[in-house]
Nanobody, 117 residues
Framework: QVQLVESGGGLVQPGGSLTLSCTAS????????MAWYRQASGKQRELVAQ???????NYSDSVKGRFTISRDNVKNTVFLQMNNLKPEDTAVYYC???????????WGQGTQVTVSS
């Protein structure tokens, strides 16, 4: 089963940028659909961006045009480039992997992103 570790979160001012990383071990991500989710305090976890096994990219309407998901299959890492950050982007961001072979879902521990002046 794949293990996921997120990094790159922090405090940023509105309009700023951050890049999150999700490094996988125990399996290769090219056999997984990879995604970023987020959960704000008191709210349900929501899908932010997805990179499917076949290369399709999907984004939630709230981040479309500001966030970019990408993967480096050599480094076994998925990235989330976040630009023009807004206070409403404040949340814990989680990396998710779904195996195309078993459909098993794995989660990272999450990384906090806080957008505030």
């Amino acid at each position: 089963q794949v293990q996921l570790v997120e990094s790159g979160g922090g405090l940023v001012q509105p309009g700023g940028s951050l890049t999150l990383s999700c490094t996988a071990s125990g399996s290769i991500i090219r056999t997984y659909h990879m995604a970023w989710y987020r959960q704000a305090s008191g709210k349900q976890r929501e899908l932010v961006a997805q990179s499917t096994f076949s290369g399709t990219l999907n984004y939630s309407d709230s981040v479309k045009g500001r966030f970019t998901i990408s993967r480096d299959n050599v480094k076994n890492t998925v990235f989330l480039q976040m630009n023009n950050l807004k206070p409403e982007d404040t949340a814990v961001y989680y990396c998710n992997a779904v195996s195309i072979l078993t459909a098993r879902s794995s989660w990272g521990q999450g990384t906090q992103v806080t957008v505030s002046s």
